[in-house]
């Protein structure tokens, strides 16, 4: 597999260090201190949602969706988009995986990164629906197998 980018700082306890990425991030931006502080806690609330999952969910166990989240940011980064899409990407992964509530994210991220967030879903929500009307089962379109069990 080809390596595309560095991987994260990484703590002494072995999680992401978020102060380390987020010096990256500011470094390359010269964003706010209000902008870093709430990239940092965009940062906390996905871990927090990534440790909050509970056992029974196998769904989304193999992937980080605070990693994932981070690794959508420094490509977002790189396109030098503005801290609001960045912290919409750090949180997308939890809000898809119903870790988080969009609601949840209005109240304590604003309008904006729900609105985005929100768009994103909907976007994920047209190629899921694309895709399973592409897919088929014994040579039929998944969408008329559907049907038929209807």
């Keep these: 597999m080809v390596k595309i980018r560095d991987d994260h700082p990484i703590a002494a306890g072995g999680d992401v260090d978020i102060d ?57 980064s790189e396109l030098s988009l ?29 309008a904006g990164v729900a609105s985005l967030i929100d768009g994103v879903l909907r976007m994920a929500s047209v190629s899921a629906m694309q895709s399973l009307e592409d897919e088929s089962v014994l040579g039929r379109a998944a969408n008329v197998q559907v049907e038929n069990l209807r």
Excluded: N
């Excluded at 056992?55 to 940011?73: I, V």
């Excluded at 997308?92 to 304590?108: C, F, G, M, N, S």
């Design 82 to 110: 503005d801290a609001e899409t960045l912290v919409a990407a750090i949180l997308y992964r939890a809000v898809r995986e119903e870790r988080i509530p969009l609601e949840k994210i209005e109240q304590d991220f604003g």
């Design 20 to 76: 380390a990425w987020l010096a990256g991030i500011e470094a390359a931006h010269h964003f706010s201190g209000e902008q870093i502080a709430q990239l940092r806690a965009a940062c906390l609330t996905s871990r927090r949602a990534e440790l909050a999952r509970s056992e029974s969910d196998k769904r989304w166990q193999d992937t980080s969706c605070f990693r994932t989240g981070l690794e959508m940011a420094d490509i977002l």
